[in-house]
């Protein structure tokens, strides 16, 4: 059963810094490109970072030379390292992965359940 879960998620001021992880496990074959999305209250979620198996990146322009996205593909890992927060940034952040799952011929898109980033002004 293959599941991705996020971590790091919090309550921060304005200004600060957080770094979010999210990990994938079961019985996973190979993964593709990751990704973090966000959704604040009652709008509707969007991209925030997204990276190719081989390393290649793109940001919304909200976020452009604040946050960072990466990966550890040893540990099927994905981060997003997120400074200079903004009260706008405040919404749930869902990490999002293509996964060929064991068995399976076809891959499809994997989600977390979410992780809160709270920035307080």
């Known amino acids: 059963q293959v599941q991705l879960v996020e971590s790091g998620g919090g309550l921060v001021q304005a200004g600060g810094s957080l770094r979010l992880s999210c990990a994938a496990s079961g019985s996973i074959f190979s993964i593709g490109a990751m990704g973090w999305y966000r959704q604040a209250r009652g709008q509707q979620g969007d991209l925030v970072a997204a990276i190719t198996s081989g390393g290649s990146s793109n940001y919304a322009d909200s976020v452009k030379g604040r946050f960072t996205i990466s990966r550890d593909n040893d540990k099927n890992t994905v981060y997003l390292q997120m400074n200079s927060l903004k009260p706008e940034d405040t919404a749930v952040y869902y990490c999002?992965?293509?996964?060929?799952?064991?068995?399976?011929?076809?891959?499809?898109?994997?989600w977390g359940k979410g992780t809160l980033v709270t920035v307080s002004s």
């Open positions: 999002n992965a293509f996964i060929v799952a064991h068995s399976s011929w076809y891959g499809m898109d994997y």
